[in-house]
């Protein structure tokens, strides 16, 4: 069964509308004219965003004690970067609602995933001296195609790694494109960025393209450090060896490397209970 453009956007226009607010939030955001009223203005089109929002605003990561139930407030008290954080918490959590029987995976487990490779592709840009806003999106969003191969799927089921290693090999066999593939054809039509686009076209095998492609680079080791985690999904582990080639080239040595798995368990939960 061929998994077509039209059929990606319907369901994933359906399935997570606050990851297309994600990408036109980004784009505001990266105007420096835009007042707050226009952010908060494009938050409230989604009721389910609004309260995300707000209720994130009032959780442990910004150790704010006075409640607040207003999202101009919410939007005033956290500022557009965390703003962003929030947002794209929320279509995660948007995303991650159901078990993904294809993938024999758990909704919790997807959305451990995503909020852990996060954390370690933003800590690991920081330590590259690259956008880091960039790679936590690129981290929360990249299996979202994943999500949209199990809606459309007729009852096939990956029979696991020891049949086919690769899942993306399987997907490819079984739907004409993969999960990877998938989730850019999104969010193309969402408006993210090119080096976004590019980082998750690349990260699984991110030594192949002629070009540098860093920020794929270090999306494939902060999949590595969620794999430490144990928090790694099925089929990809095979992808996230972590050699000298692939640490020269995100510009980070073994050492950052352990440094920053450190530090991203560490913003791994405090993410984690932002959301609860």
Known sequence: MALDRDTILKLGNKLAPAAAT????????EQTDTEMEEVVQLIRLDPALTFHVIRMSNSVLFGLREHNE????????????????????????????????TYGLKASRLWENSVATAAAAEVLAVRAGRESGL????????????????GASEGQVYPGEAEWPSVAEWEKAMFGITAAEVTITLLEHWRFPDELLESVRGHFEPLADSESN????ILNLACGVSSRFGLDLPGETTHWVCNPAKLTLAGVSEVDLEECAARA???????CASAV
């Open 22 to 29: 994600f990408g036109r939030l980004r784009t505001l955001l």
């Open 70 to 101: 207003e999202l101009e407030a919410a939007v005033g008290r956290v500022g557009y970067r965390e703003l962003n954080r929030l947002v794209g918490l929320a279509a995660t959590q948007q995303v991650c609602q159901g078990d993904l029987n």
């Open 135 to 150: 790679a936590y999106t690129a981290g929360l969003l990249r299996t979202l195609g994943r999500v949209i191969i199990d």
């Open 214 to 217: 860093i920020g794929a680079c």
């Open 265 to 271: 368990r560490a913003h791994y939960v405090l993410l």
